[in-house]
């Protein structure tokens, strides 16, 4: 199946934040992915989920609320409708011929992309909590997972916000000097 490209300006995050990343600004507009089964299509490619969930309107519905869910509990607001989500979905343990391993099952297939991407968010927060950040600049709204090594990543990227705010500091210090 053949997807149009991912049009978001940050990807490639853990699932949580990735999925969190399918809302972004530009040019002061909300943009959102998750508009149509479409996009659904596109960020389950882009996740490489594709070959495992259809994008149909069920699953893009159960996406967008496990998207909801993980929002608020990013921002501290609320949790349990996280739980919810987490409560569509186990993970079962198994002997492979590898080893031990895990299998995701859910109840209705449909919760499974927004089920991963909570139990991705939980993954984060046994690791590194600390880790997962919001863009420094005012106008952006998208998340990622700091792996800098000295923990101290501000920009979702500094080739876009992180530029644009040197622009602007550049901008204020050259008015400040011509005044």
Request: proline share 6%; charged share 25%.
């Amino acid at each position: 199946m053949t997807t149009n490209p991912d049009p978001r300006p940050l990807i490639g995050e853990p699932l949580a934040l990735d999925l969190l990343n399918t809302r972004w600004m530009r040019d002061g507009t909300t943009q959102d992915l998750l508009s149509s089964p479409g996009g659904l299509a596109v960020w389950l490619g882009s996740a490489g989920l594709d070959k495992r969930f259809e994008a149909n309107p069920v699953t893009l519905l159960h996406t967008t609320i496990a998207r909801d869910a993980l929002h608020a509990a990013v921002d501290g607001s609320r949790t349990k409708d996280l739980d919810l989500v987490l409560d569509k979905g186990r993970i079962r343990a198994t002997l492979t011929a590898e080893g031990p391993g895990e299998i995701a099952e859910f109840g209705d297939p449909r919760w499974g992309p927004g089920w991963l991407a909570a139990r991705s968010y939980l993954e984060l927060l046994s690791t590194a909590p600390d880790r997962i950040r919001r863009c420094a600049h005012e106008a952006c709204v998208l998340r990622f997972f700091d792996t800098s090594r000295n923990g101290t990543r501000r920009w979702c990227s500094m080739a876009a916000c992180g530029n644009r705010a040197k622009a602007s500091r550049h901008y204020a210090r050259s008015n400040q000097r011509n005044e």
